[in-house]
């Protein structure tokens, strides 16, 4: 099972056994445990219903886990520890070391490629399914696509200039017939192929119908109905959001900013509100259901990095919200780790194992907007969208116009890092497309930059260039 194909079928069989079990916060109905097959052959509306609600299930699988996403990333950007005495790659691989593609490296790639593969046999089997009117299959198909782009979002924003596979839509049949393997291809690529799957999402569901055929989860769900996206014209506007960030971060290497406050303009991107609703937007949801899983970052490992707290300037209500001193079960200070590390604070973000975890909220939407235009000129425009995060979310003074490119670079990363902290990798995503160094802890450190291609690709890839390129630049 070393081909991405063959280890897609392996997780997208586990997927479909598991759609009788709560998840979500969704009862998804038993079906006879529907099987590979079955969707790809004779697809059903309550086959392909499911399988769609899959898709938000497997795309939630490893954020809030210890080894996931927010975890990972916000140990390699230097947001957080995790001082798990029973795994020291936590420290030995992630800080000192470099990612290994048999080991912590090897993550995020096979899930979100299993879930592109569970959207594929969706798209391709829509048609077959007569119950189903064309606005229906339009809404359907924008949602797929719009997942597709998210997961495929995750695989080239960990492995960056070591690229990411985009030609995933090969028959599933076994060795030795099995298909070629798609290529690797770069990041200029793949960003323009995520662009392409968004903007076909969105057009898919404008021209679709008014409610979804299967359920979406509560983290879909705002009280107010002007910012709730769990019908096809509220997720149309997280499209959008997504979209934004897309382009900003393509923006950095061609200097166009004009896409993302088109996409924001259709976003639900709210800075006009007396009161500004920074945590509108939309969140993944956990529980600890039988058959759920729960947030894995409530984990009495995981410690704030001290540079957090040392790094805010006087008074920042962030880090008040989200910092705490850490304690142990006597209420005294927790010393951290035997390691050459050490912190004595931890995270308040997320207090329960059923705490939501952000995936795109309109406080990162208004930094978003910030930069787009300070970048088109608009330099006032720009201070004020940061000055509405920094006093109203920071509880911070205002801010006057940068009256250069770096003075304003410098003043948005502190703004993103503290209001997007520990929420998906953000910090270290944004020192590397600004060109900034990654702090070390050590000297003797390793600055792990990007993913390496999994062992496993490689294995069956021999003499694929990007599997030389590893974790870290030379």
Avoid at 219 to 228: A, R, W
Avoid at 358 to 367: D, F, V
């Amino acid at each position: 099972m070393k081909r991405i194909h063959s280890l897609a079928v392996t997780v997208i069989f586990g997927l479909l056994a598991s759609l009788a079990v709560t998840a979500c916060d969704l009862d998804v109905p038993d079906l006879n445990n529907p099987g590979l097959d079955g969707l790809q052959d004779t697809p059903t509306v309550a086959t392909v219903n499911a399988a769609c609600t899959g898709l938000l299930i497997g795309g939630r699988r490893n954020v809030s886990t210890e080894n996931g996403y927010v975890s990972e990333l916000g140990i390699l950007g230097r947001e957080a520890y995790n001082f798990d005495s029973a795994d020291p790659r936590y420290v030995t691989e992630m800080i000192a070391g470099t990612l290994s593609g048999a080991s912590f490296g090897a993550n995020f790639w096979a899930l979100p490629y299993s879930n592109i593969r569970a959207a594929n046999l969706i798209l391709d089997g829509l048609d077959k399914v007569a119950e189903f009117s064309t606005t229906d299959k339009s809404t359907i198909r924008g949602f797929a696509h719009t997942m597709q782009a998210i997961d495929l979002l995750e695989v080239i924003d960990t492995h960056d200039t070591n690229g990411a596979v985009i030609d995933t839509d090969q028959p599933i049949v076994p060795p030795p017939a099995a298909q070629p393997l798609g290529k690797i291809v770069d990041k200029p690529t793949t960003f323009a192929a995520i662009a392409k799957l968004l903007d076909d999402g969105a057009a898919e569901l404008a021209a679709g119908s008014s409610s979804f055929t299967f359920g979406i989860p509560s983290g879909f769900h705002n009280d107010d109905p002007k910012l709730t996206f769990d019908t096809p014209s509220g997720f149309l506007k997280f499209n959008r959001a997504m979209r934004a960030r897309v382009a900003v971060y393509v923006a950095m290497a061609t200097k166009d900013y004009a896409p993302a406050l088109t996409a924001l303009s259709a976003s639900f991107i709210d800075d006009t509100s007396m009161v500004i609703p920074f945590n509108y937007g939309v969140y993944f949801t956990f529980s600890t259901k039988s058959g759920d899983i729960p947030n894995g970052l409530v984990n009495q490992n995981i410690y704030v990095h001290p540079s957090v707290a040392a790094d805010a300037q006087p008074g920042d209500a962030r880090v008040m919200r989200k910092v705490q001193l850490a304690v142990d079960g006597k209420g005294n200070p927790r010393p951290g780790a035997e390691l050459g590390l050490s912190s004595t604070l931890s995270f308040t973000l997320y207090p329960t194992p059923e705490s939501p975890v952000p995936q795109i909220r309109n406080e990162e939407l208004l930094l978003l907007k910030a930069e787009a235009l300070y970048f088109t000129g608009d330099k006032t425009g720009a201070t004020a969208e940061l000055n509405l995060v920094r006093q109203q979310s920071g509880g911070l003074p205002a801010l006057a116009p940068a009256p250069d490119d770096a003075t304003f670079v410098a003043e948005l990363l502190y703004e993103r890092r503290y209001s997007l902290l520990f929420e998906g990798g953000h910090r270290w995503l944004d020192l590397r497309r600004f060109g900034k160094p990654l702090p070390l802890d050590r000297a003797t450190d390793t600055a792990n930059v990007r993913y390496p291609i999994p062992q496993a690709e490689c294995d069956a890839r021999p003499g694929e260039h990007a599997c030389t390129l590893g974790s870290a630049d030379p």
